[in-house]
């Protein structure tokens, strides 16, 4: 059964800077479109950024041009670097498969514990 584990969130001040990371126990690791959800307080979980296995990224507009996803085959490893955080992205953030599309991306049904991102003064 998959495992994901999710690391490196906390509080941080509006403009500043975490790297979260989540370690993957799949065997398919290697051949599948990683992504980063986020679930805000009583907000639905979102999509926000994806690695496929070809190394193409995408992002959600929200996040474009601060947050930056990327992979680690060999150590079955997603990061997520966000840059110039706002109040917005507080959320608990999590990693899962994209198996579908932006808007129906099929995430497993097993989810990790998240980590916690709060940004405020």
């Known amino acids: 059964q998959v495992q994901l584990v999710e690391s490196g969130g906390g509080l941080v001040q509006p403009g500043g800077s975490l790297k979260l990371s989540c370690v993957v126990s799949?065997?398919?690791?290697?051949?599948?479109?990683w992504g980063w959800y986020r679930q805000a307080p009583g907000k639905q979980r979102e999509l926000v950024a994806t690695t496929a296995s070809a190394g193409t990224t995408n992002y959600a507009d929200s996040v474009k041009g601060r947050f930056s996803i990327s992979r680690d085959n060999t150590k079955m490893t997603v990061y997520l670097q966000m840059k110039d955080l706002k109040p917005e992205d507080t959320a608990v953030y999590y990693c899962?498969?994209?198996?579908?599309?932006?808007?129906?991306?099929?995430?497993?049904?097993?989810w990790g514990q998240g980590t916690q991102v709060t940004v405020s003064s």
């Open positions: 799949a065997t398919t690791f290697s051949v599948r479109t």
């Open positions: 899962n498969k994209v198996a579908g599309i932006w808007t129906d991306p099929r995430p497993y049904g097993v």
